[in-house]
């Protein structure tokens, strides 16, 4: 933060002006007032097992 300010202050400028930023609306992943189930075992992780060789 300090090297963005004096960036800021001996160029004459924001950081807005020096940090580049896009943002995009994605696309709904269901249909609103779609009753599909929520699988929350893909979403889960698994449990390691470690075994000894």
């Given at each position: 933060?300090?090297?963005?300010?004096?960036?800021?202050?001996?160029?004459g400028?924001?950081?807005t002006d020096?940090?580049?930023?896009?943002?995009?609306?994605?696309?709904?992943?269901?249909?609103?007032?779609?009753?599909?189930?929520?699988?929350?075992?893909?979403?889960?992780?698994?449990?390691?097992?470690?075994?000894?060789?």
């Amino acid at each position: 933060m300090p090297v963005l300010a004096t960036l800021c202050d001996i160029l004459g400028c924001t950081p807005t002006d020096l940090i580049a930023t896009l943002a995009e609306n994605l696309t709904a992943r269901r249909v609103v007032g779609q009753d599909a189930p929520i699988d929350f075992a893909a979403r889960r992780p698994t449990r390691v097992r470690l075994t000894e060789d």
